[in-house]
């Protein structure tokens, strides 16, 4: 509900700024574009509340891995590992990480552990019950109207921003919903507000990413680019003639009725088919793991069909994880990556056109002061906070007395080894910006610097500060991992080693054997040996995934799986043999 609001929001907004918009997408220069994105990762970052340093290396660290490859300026190969990795393997990171390998694992791979320790359904259990709610969820979009329709600004506002997108919509909009709220600590259990900012600047966008691309030809995202390409082939100009009332301006607005119209029918289709959809939270963990984990692999694979990007997907898992266990935030490394290309690319041309004179630009003046007055609201909103407790007590601070102290030294040793690899991090990159290509490309090393020096200054605060800090309580946000029902800390890390060796088993099997005949092996393994399932279950279930990969992605969809590289290593005759009897 909240996202057709939205949508209806994006379309009225589109309609009011087809006769103004050309002086207000024309005001947006370089340097106001690279602060722009600033502003997006410091206004994520701030989703860390009193913690901000560490989001704020979250971003940096974002924005260090959309520098990994070519760069833009020069095509200088940066940050590609050739001495630790060899020139051929190197040359696999030259178009970049995966946006879709990290973004798989910083958020999938967590959760998959979190399911396999929590050894319940995704709702919390097996016995499915009534669903309810629904209407009360229609009601909470109205109870929120002011967050909507703020929410609906952002996005419309984002999406106006060519190349932005959506991502960065959302972020900034779950950004908003929880600095606005007063009670921040429910953001991340199930706070509705956190459903309802994001939702409505997803689809708001729309109707901002319509502005540039019918005004100017510049496409606002990746779809209106796909729009962008069907006018082309109709012979439609963007520009002057959409906007001329003598021949496509009815076009042009009839764009307004279509994004309302098919929002319509679209939250149609979902309250027809929500009742299904949600009974697959109740479906038991153990059966979704398997599936989970392979469909997974395939979203990394499917990106360049190379095994490099699923290696990403594993990398990134065990750093979403770490972060999530640590305290770290994820969202704002995920919007450094999304953009980094668009920030550097926009500190080249400002810097090259008028030094460092941009930074006294007026627009961009009154960015920096939206990025400290973010950066330090939540500072003063603790402040407040801890004014107002009466006695300061466990309530007020969020903490918690520990029961396991060797486990809370293990985490807060792990804490500080954590922070120190940032460090390292920021230091390689502060080293190959001034050794590495900064003196025979020194601008390519001009965005390096600018996001490497200050967050290696950061990175070391972190660390000393993580260094230092006592170890007689622990954060109750330490535990956040473990989102459900509280298991038993030792049972709980017993259970997160058992599934992440099957995370890496899952790996290994796709490798050694290939997608379509992993996908019965490991599934079989995992459910008879794992999680000791019967014997017709995992039989069951690893047949239905074998028929599911094999029928769906191999037979229908011809996709280019590769073979194992087991059959390298058998006789050719062997090999054809086997092919010839069985679908592999």
Known sequence: MSSLVGAVFGAFILALAIPVVSPLVLSIGS??????AVLGVTFVASLSGANIPKGLLAGGFGLVLAMVGLDPIESVPRFTLEGVMGEDNALFLWDGISLISVT??????????????????????????????????VRDTFRHWKLV?????IGAY???????????????????????????????????????????ANNSKEGGSLIPTLAFGVPGSVSMAILLGAFIIQGIVPGPDLLNPAKHLTLT?????????????????????????????????????PLLLFLIYLGGFAVKNSFGDMFLVLLF??????????????????????????????????????????????GVLVLWFIIIAGSVYPYIQAYL?????????????????????????????????????????????????MYGFGDFEPRAALFPWVIGLPSLVLAVFVFFQDALQASREVKVGEAALYSGPEVDPILAR???????????????????????????????????????????????????????????????????????????????????????????
Not at 271 to 288: E, I, P, R
Request: with cysteine.
């Open 31 to 36: 340097a106001e574009f690279f602060m722009l």
């Open 104 to 137: 798989v694992g910083l958020f999938a791979i967590p959760e998959i552990i979190d399911l396999a320790v929590q050894g319940t359904s995704i709702a919390g259990t097996n016995q499915p019950g009534k669903l309810g709610g629904v209407m009360e969820g």
């Open 149 to 153: 329709l703020r929410c609906s600004g």
């Open 158 to 200: 984002i999406g106006l921003i060519p190349g932005m997108g959506g991502g960065p919509a959302q972020w900034l909009a779950y950004a908003h919903a929880v600095q606005s709220s007063p009670d921040k600590e429910r953001f991340g259990k199930g706070a509705v507000e956190g459903v309802l900012g994001p939702g409505a």
């Open 253 to 289: 607005f009839s764009f307004v009725w279509i994004i309302v119209i098919t929002n319509i029918i679209t939250v149609a289709i979902c309250f027809l088919f929500l009742n299904q959809l949600a009974k697959v939270t109740f479906v038991k963990g153990a059966y979704l793991i």
């Open 317 to 362: 898992g065990a750093l979403g994880w770490l972060m999530v266990k640590f305290d770290w935030q994820r969202p704002p490394l995920l919007l450094g990556l999304v953009l980094g290309g668009i920030a550097e690319n926009n500190l080249f041309i400002a810097n090259r056109i008028y030094g460092y004179s941009w930074l006294w630009h007026p």
């Open 385 to 433: 906070r801890r004014s107002r407790s009466v006695d300061g007590s466990d309530a007020a601070t969020g903490t918690k007395p520990v029961k396991f102290i060797p486990l809370v030294l293990s985490t807060r040793i792990g804490q500080s080894l954590f922070a120190l690899l940032m460090v390292g991090v920021f230091a390689y990159v502060v080293y190959e910006a």
């Open 494 to 584: 017993q259970r997160t080693v058992a599934i992440s060796c099957w995370i890496i088993g899952f790996f290994l099997a796709i490798w050694i054997l290939g997608f379509v005949p992993a996908s019965a092996i490991a599934t079989f393994l995992y459910l008879k040996f794992g999680a000791k399932e019967r014997w017709p279950v995992a039989v069951e279930l690893a047949f239905v995934a074998w028929l599911f990969f094999f029928g769906l992605f191999d037979y229908g969809l011809k996709l280019p799986f590769p073979q194992g590289a087991i059959f390298d290593w058998l006789p050719a005759s062997v090999v054809a043999n086997l092919q010839a009897s069985i679908p592999l």
